[in-house]
T-cell receptor
Framework: DAGVIQSPRHEVTEMGQEVTLRCKPI?????LFWYRQTMMRGLELLIY????????DSGMPEDRFSAKMPNASFSTLKIQPSEPRDSAVYFC????????????FGDGTRLSIL | KQEVTQIPAALSVPEGENLVLNCSFT??????LQWFRQDPGKGLTSLLL?????REQTSGRLNASLDKSSGRSTLYIAASQPGDSATYLC??????????FGPGTRLSVLP
């Protein structure tokens, strides 16, 4: 079975540019999560969706960040304009809605803002 | 606010040793606790998930325990192998779907 698929794997761009990260969750999973991982702050939850609806975006650092889930098989995380402090690894994860089900992570997008 | 800590931050052991990784959390109102491993440049792989009503879970050489009242979990790895080298993270699931992760323990198993 295909796992969570993220693209691109690596992104290097200049400060001020728009960045779009993409995620395809595991088919049938009704929850989708976006995380950011840095050395300083570890793994932080940014936002999660249930059945394509954003439920909690309290982890989104500021208005420059936005996330969408137009359908059950696709989500985007957008940063506009990007800043050097946004450099991190961004992970997408999905799970079934029951408490007993684990999260499944993609391999992440390593983002570098110059 | 829930906080999750892990001790030690890094561990280096010779192959074949049994070892214990520790995870502590400040608020016992959790739904479950999950242990992950992360290999360099990769995402997280789920190892074990313990529901709040459970005391332990086992998978192969791995055993995870949970003491919710004291806010602690341990991951026991038996007969460690070089392939076990990775960073191990624990995460608690809060009411709703929020997850809080620990900073991880970086394990090196030397051949």
């Amino acid at each position: 079975d295909a796992g969570v698929i993220q693209s691109p794997r690596h992104e290097v761009t200049e400060m001020g540019q728009e960045v779009t990260l993409r995620c395809k969750p595991i088919s049938g999973h009704d929850y989708l999560f976006w995380y950011r991982q840095t050395m300083m702050r570890g793994l932080e939850l940014l936002i999660y969706f249930n059945n394509n609806v954003p439920i909690d975006d309290s982890g989104m650092p500021e208005d420059r960040f936005s996330a969408k889930m137009p359908n059950a098989s696709f989500s985007t995380l957008k940063i506009q304009p990007s800043e050097p402090r946004d450099s991190a690894v961004y992970f997408c994860a999905s799970s079934l809605g029951t408490v007993s089900q684990p999260q499944h992570f993609g391999d992440g997008t390593r983002l570098s803002i110059l | 606010k829930q906080e999750v800590t892990q001790i030690p931050a890094a561990l280096s052991v010779p192959e074949g040793e049994n070892l214990v990784l520790n995870c502590s959390f400040t608020d016992s109102a959790i739904y479950n606790l999950q242990w992950f491993r992360q290999d360099p440049g990769k995402g997280l792989t789920s190892l074990l998930l313990i529901q709040s009503s459970q005391r332990e879970q086992t998978s192969g050489r791995l055993n995870a325990s949970l003491d919710k009242s004291s806010g602690r979990s341990t991951l026991y790895i038996a007969a460690s192998q070089p392939g076990d080298s990775a960073t191990y993270l624990c995460a608690v699931r809060l009411p709703g779907q929020n997850f809080v992760f620990g900073p991880g323990t970086r394990l090196s198993v030397l051949p």
